[in-house]
């Protein structure tokens, strides 16, 4: 299998000179977490850029900031064993597909996960039990939301389960929650110039003169979790089915779920970017 056989031939993209402000409004109305950057005018490919790139440079403005640049790429009939192993290795959910440096696709992990386990009858008829995750990343559902935010940082994930006071999963937030949610402030960084009588200056004026620089940042409200995240969440059982997992996980839009055991006892985390080592397995045999 090619990296063609799997890959979004009709991407969503993002041109520089660009803003913060065009990225998110293209993000919430395309429904998607990351973005190829191309140059204005062309499909010359020049960087990537995700919702964590958002929240990680808070207070920077400029898409040519904002974004990685010169990203990893494949091509059109790179062989998808190839693929999978940099996406494994350097942790990606997505890579550009480029043709003589022009973006021509994009290849991702549902995008993967759909071509591969979804039609091995064999695999997809496996239970997910051994795939599941028992290390998991949890807030208390009164956590204040920067400080979980700080937490899901430092645990390197893109969203947390959230648990009630008896230790049972109340929700779940993440990195598209935390954008959704940030506030947009003005921090008005003042200087002050003078005038007047101060003999090191060759000229004066006849009254004070502020230079105001204004600054965005994000700031995140500072009110528990349990206000914010959602409430209604996919979850899984133990013997939910490989290809029942990778369905449910694509139709629902979501790259990670709790596992509950069948007295909804929290057990683990399956995440579809941890399936991708079974895919790898699929092209390897």
């Known amino acids: 299998m090619m990296v063609k056989d799997c890959m979004q031939s009709d991407v969503i993209y993002v041109s520089v000179p660009g803003t913060r402000e065009n990225v998110l409004q ?22 990537i850029v995700t919702r964590s790139d958002l929240l990680r440079k808070v207070d920077e403005n400029q898409l040519a900031m904002l974004m990685v640049r010169d990203p990893e790429t494949v091509k059109p009939r790179t062989d998808i064993k190839t693929a999978l192993k940099i996406m494994l290795e350097k942790r990606y959910r997505r890579l550009p597909v480029v043709e003589k440096d022009e973006l021509v696709g994009l290849l991702s992990v549902p995008d993967i996960l759909s071509a591969t386990l979804g039609t091995d009858e064999k695999i997809g008829s496996m239970e997910i039990s051994k795939l599941v995750t028992r290390r998991v990343n949890a807030v208390w559902e009164k956590t204040p939301l920067p400080l979980s935010y700080m937490i899901m940082e430092m645990a390197g994930k893109n969203g947390l389960v959230v648990l009630g006071e008896s230790g049972g999963v ?26 007047g009588e101060d003999g090191a200056v060759d000229w004066g004026w006849t009254s004070k003169d502020f230079l105001v620089v204004t600054k965005k940042l994000l700031r995140l409200p500072s009110t528990a979790v349990s206000e914010v995240m ?11 089915t490989v290809a029942e997992c990778v369905t449910i996980l694509r139709t629902e839009d979501i790259d990670q779920a709790p596992v509950l055991s069948v007295t909804g006892s929290l057990i683990g985390m399956i995440e579809d970017r941890d399936l991708l080592k079974l895919a790898l397995e699929t092209q390897s045999s």
């Open 26 to 47: 293209i993000m919430a109305d395309q429904q998607v977490n990351g973005l190829p950057v191309v140059k204005k005018g062309s499909k010359t490919l020049v960087g």
């Open 170 to 195: 109340t929700g779940m937030i993440t990195v598209s929650d935390y954008i959704r949610l940030s506030e947009v402030t003005i921090e008005d960084n003042i200087s002050q110039t003078f005038s």
């Open 230 to 240: 959602t409430k209604n969440i996919i979850s899984f059982s133990e013997v939910t």
